[in-house]
């Protein structure tokens, strides 16, 4: 359902309803395999001398969090909470214990607005639906109920049927330039393009207005996509001076993947199936463990490298 290249031949590690959670296939094609490889190849120089702890703290829309570390846009997760627990709050929980800016994909107005009562500053990212009206109410209401941004997954659209995609029975639909800058002027909130994997979409989304884009694909929705961190330098060059925010997520597994990403020129990273196992096991404790290690392997590669805080991160001390 969620998942575009999903295998049905493949186990799901996940609880719930199957095709629920996206399994990927770990073939050739799959994107996530290349983008563990890609994340792996980067290596990193020591520069130790006059090195001083760092500071996490991050400015994002205009907040301060205590990190560039996010959440990840997930959805759906209610249906697979054990105890009647619903992880989707269990995440959000974490977000605002740990001053995390949190994210959250293709929800009902309700259960957004139960979320968004957690208290973490939380975006909200609207499915492509065909339906134009939809996705136009869907920012009104985040608007409405005070998140902190609003925005598309403009990758979502195919699905593995080569047709446009259906989630939920809900068509969903393409986005052109002009679609988006409607949404843009709909609404005074920042509006995020995620799902942006080439200089092209990057470059179209600034000329529709966007104030932040998601470098991504989506765990792996495009069959042999490159790694967002391979095209992360030449979009921030190509979106240079236009105060876009430039966030990634894919694969970030630990503070030491998240690093990679933001000396490469991100300005903030989401974690995503990396805190599922926690958050379906422990809920929110769980989230909180591993975003806290997460901190403090990126606090110790910034350390080693002599990065001060958020805004030194330097390209030229990676090998790849
Ligand atoms: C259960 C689940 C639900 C997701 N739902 C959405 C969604 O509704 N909208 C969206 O933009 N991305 C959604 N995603 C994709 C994530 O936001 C993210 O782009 C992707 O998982 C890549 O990060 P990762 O490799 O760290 O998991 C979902 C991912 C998972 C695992």
Known sequence: MLGGNMNQEIKSPWPGPKGLIPVTSGRAEDANVYNRRYLDTIHIEMRVLDSIEPSLSTEIFG?????????????????????????????????????MLNWVGMEPNDEFEEILEAGARTVRIIKPFMDHSIILEQIAFAEKHNAIAVGIDIDHVPGSNGKYDVVDGIPLGPVTTEDLKSYVNS???????KGVLSVQDALKAKEAGV???VISHHHGRIPFGIAPLQVLPRIK??????????????SMESGYDVYKALALGADAVSVGRAILTPLLKEGKEGVIKK????????SELMMYTGIEDTKSFDPSVLYY
């Open 63 to 99: 907040e301060i969090f205590d990190s560039p570390i996010m959440m990840p846009a997930f959805s759906h997760l209610n249906k697979v909470g054990v105890d009647r627990k619903k992880p989707m709050l269990h995440y959000a929980f974490a977000a605002k214990e740990l001053n």
């Open 187 to 193: 609404t005074s909130l920042p509006f995020v393009a």
């Open 211 to 213: 104030k932040a884009i």
């Open 237 to 250: 060059e190509a979106l240079k001076g236009s105060g876009i925010f430039i966030f990634v997520d894919g």
């Open 291 to 298: 975003v806290k290690k997460m901190r403090e392997e990126l």
